[in-house]
């Protein structure tokens, strides 16, 4: 175990390493630059700027500065938001992206693990077909299409929540709704596959045979199992979920990590686009860490090996 | 076994076929992409309309006898531009897939033959590239070619490769013990020679299979790009493009979002059908799973 987890944290830290990496250098090839069309600014104040973010360095250089920036938790400053360090835009854009990922998750687990549940329990039944259908067309309804549509309903027709902005306590709601309502079709459709698959190997036809009852066949032993390829999505899932989703944060205008992510790219904003990666990688690591975990805690099966 | 009686047995590509057309839903999937295709390809020849052409007499107008879908807010022909616009989506669609599917399978392949500790690492390499972030950087890359269209299926394609690697390299493992590639082998066939005669034909069942899974994937993440104005840009239309401006209108003008949209919509159910099915049809040990 403390083998297992010390390796992986290895490992975490090299993927990080490379993110970083890649992220610079993708940044980097950004055509102009940062600093380049700054307004109404002189040639020398230019030089300034430049010389103060150290962008005027060699890029090895630069790219030394960064890895030494977050080696010591010392991170740099905002290339656009003047004066700001990335880990405080990042500490005010996060708090968004989870305020509407959590639901989202839980809208996502608490409707699609039964509903998919069901659906394996019944095969081929009308109910069985019905949720199946739900959860295709759940998939196939884009969250630039679900999420505009949710908007012009509930938000400028309904009133009940506001359209798009970050202002209301209940803002999160629409957003969440949303991308709850993807991941659901996706959840439903693992859990009844993998539920199925599960309830027609031995040993549940073991535990039917010793008389244990249909309840505790599905919930103590089918589900034990099924619910890992659910847990493997469900890793990259929660971090993706966690930073923000582009489009939905875009859609509703939300100041969350996504949007910043996005901007950063477009400002040329090099240190909060790197850093948001970054971030991101970073979070991927840990759920996939803890997934792996909970994997080895269900399915005895599974050994946790470096 | 049925050759008895037909003398004549059929070839496991037929058999997969029949048992595809069996499912009345993957007909109707398949009929609907055929004609989506043809109208994306042909559609815009015998439209009376430029996609990009303005009448700014009309604005955003209803349906009507000559705009059979209306007109946007430039008086452009809503049908005429969502035709365009399927033909570019599906274009990136198709194309970005192929060249995560060419990567994917070269590399599945190499990774396969190789064995040992060659394939120990490349496989990895696999599992540690499925933890970027991959989307951030999509944005970046869009950000660095702006406006060149060729690339946006070129940057998807090379991020899309990592599960066809896996499937790949799971099939040529396998396979590669069998006898007819020691055969093969043994009469002095070299590496290239048994990967592209022996393996190739037989793993593009699986190939398939999950190139027809990874083409709503792609088009949805160029429809993400282009919705966030770093794809496809206007006045060329994709379907992301267009569903970008239904949204930005939709109060006033709701027909620009609902048209678009519902045909990304049916063409990603098409699309998923067709995929599970035909991972069906393959495989029909799957079919437990998701039948």
């Known amino acids: 175990m403390i083998r297992f987890l010390i390796s992986r944290i290895v490992q975490g830290v090299f993927v990080i390493a490379m993110v970083l990496t890649i992220a610079f250098a993708l940044s980097n090839m950004i055509p102009g630059g940062p600093f380049v069309k700054e307004r109404n600014a002189s040639p020398e104040a230019v030089a300034a700027q430049r010389a103060y973010y150290g962008v005027d360095k060699p890029w090895y250089e630069q790219l030394r500065l960064h890895f030494v920036h977050y080696a010591t938790l010392d991170l740099p400053e905002s290339y656009h938001y003047k004066g700001r360090g990335v880990d405080e835009i990042i500490a005010s854009g996060f708090p968004v992206s989870a305020a509407v990922g959590i639901p989202a998750l839980l809208i996502a687990l608490a409707l699609g693990l039964p509903i998919g549940a069901f659906a394996a329990l019944r095969p081929n039944t009308l109910e069985d077909r019905g949720s199946t259908l739900a959860a295709s067309l759940g998939i196939c309804m884009p969250s630039m299409v679900l999420g505009p549509v949710l908007a012009l309903v509930f938000g400028l027709k309904l009133r009940w929540f506001n359209a798009s902005g970050w202002f209301d306590s209940a803002d999160w709601v629409l957003p969440a709704l949303t991308l709850g309502i993807i991941y659901t079709a996706y959840i439903t459709r693992l859990t009844r596959g993998s539920l199925r698959e599960t309830l027609a190997q031995e040993f549940i036809r073991t535990a039917r045979a010793k008389g244990a009852g249909e309840t505790s066949v599905v919930f103590l032993h089918a589900m034990k199992l099924a619910i890992l390829p659910v847990l493997n999505y469900l890793g990259p899932i929660a971090a993706t979920l966690l930073t923000g989703s582009f489009i939905v944060e875009t859609i509703y205008q939300l100041p969350g990590l996504g949007q910043f992510f996005v901007t950063a790219a477009i400002n040329k904003d090099h240190s909060l686009a790197i850093a948001i990666s970054v971030f991101y990688a970073a979070l991927i690591v840990v759920f996939n860490i803890v997934v792996d975990i909970l994997q080895a805690m269900l399915n005895p099966r599974i050994r946790l090996h470096a | ?291």
């Open chain 2, 1 to 291: 076994m049925s050759s008895a009686v037909t003398n004549q047995g059929i070839s496991p590509t037929r058999a997969a076929w029949r048992r595809l057309i069996r499912s009345r839903l993957n007909v109707w999937a398949l009929g609907f992409l055929v004609v989506l295709v043809l109208l994306c390809a042909l559609g815009p020849f015998f439209s009376p309309y430029d996609q990009a052409q303005q009448d700014l007499n009309l604005k955003a107008a209803g349906a009507s006898a000559s705009h059979w879908l209306g007109t946007d807010p430039l008086g452009r022909d809503m049908l005429t531009r969502i035709l365009h616009g399927g033909r570019v989506s599906l274009e990136v669609g198709l194309l970005a897939t192929a060249v995560a599917s060419i990567i994917g399978v070269v590399y599945g392949m190499v990774a396969g033959l190789a064995g040992g500790r060659a394939d120990a690492v490349m496989m990895r390499v696999v599992d540690i590239l499925f933890a970027f972030p991959f989307v951030n950087f999509v944005i970046l890359l869009m950000v660095i070619v702006g406006r060149e269209f060729w690339l946006i299926f070129v940057a998807i394609g090379a991020v899309e490769w990592l599960t066809m690697a896996r499937v790949v390299r799971g099939q040529v493992l396998a396979l590669k013990n069998l006898e007819f590639i020691i055969a093969a082998r043994a009469s002095g066939a070299g590496f290239w020679h048994i990967a592209w005669k022996h393996l190739l034909p037989n793993v593009m069942g699986p190939v398939i299979i999950y190139a027809s899974l990874t083409v709503p994937g792609v088009m949805l993440l160029e429809a993400a790009l282009s919705f966030l104005g770093l794809g496809i840009q206007p006045p060329d239309a994709s379907w992301g493009v267009l569903i970008q401006e239904g949204a930005s209108s939709m109060e006033t003008y709701p027909w620009l979002l609902l048209y678009p949209g519902l045909f990304f919509s049916a063409t990603l159910l098409a699309l998923n059908t067709l995929g599970d099915g035909l991972r069906d049809a393959f495989d029909p040990k799957s079919m437990a799973q998701h039948g």
